[in-house]
């Protein structure tokens, strides 16, 4: 068989609509991780995020493959974004009270999955058997639905073993992953991933203007401003480098059929850096919230590893897509090693305001150094 070359595709108006539930998702989520949280609160954030996160990677790359202009697929979605939206609202709850409710919207996804993938079973450019789908979708699906009538750590094992079952499957590389991973649009991947970021880069604005809405003081308005200016600069380098990397990196990588490469940069590897961006607007929210005071223990963490985690993630990404360790390592190790070293003591001893912007100032010294070394790097070309 002759794997059929990818279909050109660009993210629609109606996949950006789809995304509008996944705002609501990462804002509930984040409002656990703001004033204090200790290790559990962080935990329950993660325990949370990733099925949400799974959900909307599997739909993404199901409309990367099939497209989102045909009636059926457009109406699949519609009727996807109700059960995430079960999964958002159960999250202020979802491993106590309303686990069961959260459960049955991962259930509720799968099978609107399914419902994407088991028309293409049988079609000549895919060749999928029928059971793929079947144990990809709608096993984990009942899976997530029986556990919503499991009480105790048998619901969260039964969780872990549908999560699990999918990767497993996704790790098992036959013929037929083989095509689908030559038929990924490389461009459209890049531009959906890049959109979810920017959807939780919104959340660290928002953080910050309800912060400083809520609390309308001079020393807030600087938190803000120093705030912004972090967030803005994470941006700019995420859109400037770490983007165009990142598609260069998997047209490569789909070039020399590195499916375990492509599969951790697109499916496990953004999840850490949504953590990591998602953490960082809780702290920045609560310092511009409180700015006259030390943050608390949980806002440093969340702080320092959510400059630190952005980094190291994105590092790992490029790495993961071709780029060398030592080159990887050059500008990972300083952008990880200059928040711990100056952002902790500074968010420690001094006050929320005064941390804000030290962090502003650590960020943009790290874009400057990367700015320069582009300089230098085509000047030697």
């Known amino acids: 068989m002759t794997d059929p070359s990818p279909e050109p595709r660009r993210a629609d108006w109606f996949e950006l609509f789809f995304d509008l539930v996944f705002v609501v998702t990462v804002a509930v989520l984040a409002h656990g991780l703001h004033g204090d949280p200790g290790w559990r609160d962080f935990g329950t954030f993660l325990v949370l995020l990733f099925p949400a996160w799974w959900a909307w990677v599997n739909l993404t790359l ?5 497209g989102s202009d045909t009636g059926w697929n457009r109406t699949v979605l519609v009727a996807a974004m109700p059960g995430l939206g079960l999964m958002a609202a159960a999250a202020p709850e979802g491993l106590d009270g309303r686990a069961w409710v959260f459960a049955l919207g991962a259930a509720w996804v799968r099978v609107a999955v399914f419902a994407l993938w088991w028309p293409q079973v049988g079609r000549s450019r895919w060749e999928f058997p029928a059971w793929r789908p079947i144990v990809y979708c709608l096993v984990p699906a009942s899976i997530w639905a029986v556990s919503a009538f499991v009480d105790g750590p048998a619901r969260f094992a039964l969780w872990g073993l549908a999560i699990v079952l999918e990767v497993a499957l996704l790790a098992f590389g036959t013929a037929q992953s083989r095509v689908m991973y030559r038929l990924l ?13 920017v959807i939780v880069f919104g959340e660290s604005v928002f953080a910050i203007v309800t912060g400083l809405s809520e609390h309308f003081t001079g020393l807030s308005a600087i938190a803000a401003l120093a705030a912004f200016v972090v967030v803005a ?32 940069a697109v499916l496990y590897l953004p999840f850490l850096l949504v953590s990591a961006v998602t953490a960082l607007a809780a702290a920045l929210g609560t310092a511009v919230a409180e700015p006259g005071h030390h943050l608390p223990l949980g806002s440093v963490v969340g702080l320092v590893a959510g400059i630190g985690g952005y980094h190291a993630v994105s590092g790992l990404i490029a790495q993961r897509l071709g780029e060398s360790w030592r080159s990887v390592l050059r500008w990972v190790l300083p952008s990880i090693v200059l928040p711990v070293a100056v952002v902790t003591p500074a968010a420690l001893l001094l006050p929320g ?20 070394t582009e300089q230098r790097a085509a000047r030697a070309a």
């Not at 199901?62 to 099939?66: E, Y």
């Not at 380098?237 to 070039?255: D, H, K, L, Y």
């Not at 941390?355 to 700015?371: E, M, N, P, W």
């Open 233 to 264: 600069v994470l941006a700019i380098t995420f859109f400037r480098w770490s983007t165009p990397s990142a598609e260069r990196g998997f047209v490569r990588a789909q070039a020399l059929g590195a499916r375990a490469n492509m599969r951790e």
């Open 185 to 197: 649009s490389v461009e459209h991947l890049v531009e959906r991933i890049g959109l979810f970021i």
């Open 353 to 372: 305001w005064t941390a804000t912007l030290v962090a502003a100032a650590v960020v943009l010294a790290l874009f400057t150094a990367s700015k320069l």
């Open 62 to 66: 199901s409309v990367n493959l099939f």
